[in-house]
């Protein structure tokens, strides 16, 4: 059964740049993209971006010019980096497995992350 | 603002159904097979309920459908229970701009 364990800073000061971390257990990046999103305090989910093993990425067009999305093969590994972080970055932020259909069957637990001077 | 858009707040009894809609721009989303339906618990990750509009994953309740008509998607949930209380969120692949988007979410409350 895949897994999905992620990573990454917590709190971070306006303008840090966040590195979140997405590593896949018991199955291969092959053959699926791998996507973060996110989730604000009281709002809905919003798709940051994806990628391939292959390092194929798509992102979200508000947000494209502050993200670098990248893969470790080697160690099954999808990390996020999102620069300029501001208040509005603040968010609970996922990562999760797409499947051809752009549907997204695996997902990490999430992490908490804090933009606060 | 979500290209996708969603009644914010369900509510309805147990043992009832309700209908969630998910209304997008027919330039994307209406010639879109690719529309996804999510359960969102608090403080637990999403999870995937209907994928391609109509197809449950193994393992989700045949309580769960989904539909889809013209620029609007639909999930039904029957015989509502307790533990159907939670957010839902469709999804969709918009081909015009090639990137994934998610509706506002709906609440559902089982009275």
């Known amino acids: 059964q895949v897994q999905l364990k992620q990573w990454g800073t917590g709190l971070l000061k306006p303008s840090e740049t966040l590195s979140l971390t997405c590593t896949v257990y018991?199955?291969?990046?092959?053959?699926?993209?791998w996507a973060w999103i996110r989730q604000p305090p009281g709002r809905g989910l919003e798709w940051i971006g994806d990628?391939?093993?292959?390092?194929?990425?798509n992102s979200n067009p508000s947000l494209k010019s502050r993200i670098i999305i990248s893969v470790d093969s080697s160690k099954k590994q999808v990390i996020l980096n999102l620069s300029f972080m501001t208040a509005a970055d603040t968010a609970l932020y996922y990562c999760?497995?797409?499947?051809?259909?752009?549907?997204?069957?695996?997902w990490g637990k999430g992490t908490t992350v804090t933009v606060s001077s | 603002q979500s290209a996708l858009t969603q009644p914010a707040s369900l509510s309805a009894s147990p043992g009832q159904s309700i209908t969630i809609s998910c209304t997008g721009t027919s330039s994307d989303f209406g010639t879109s097979d690719f529309v996804s339906w999510y359960q969102v618990h608090p403080d637990k990750a999403p999870q995937l309920l209907i994928y391609e509009g109509t197809e449950r994953p193994s393992g989700i309740s045949s309580r769960f459908s989904g539909s889809k008509s013209g620029n609007t998607a639909s999930l039904t949930i029957s015989g509502l229970q307790a533990e159907d209380e939670a957010d839902y969120y469709c999804s969709s692949y918009t081909s015009n701009s090639a990137f994934i988007v998610f509706g506002g979410g709906t609440k559902l409350t089982v009275l």
């Open positions: 990628i391939d093993q292959g390092g194929s990425t």
């Open positions: 018991g199955g291969s990046l092959s053959g699926y993209y």
């Open positions: 999760a497995r797409v499947l051809d259909n752009y549907s997204m069957d695996v």
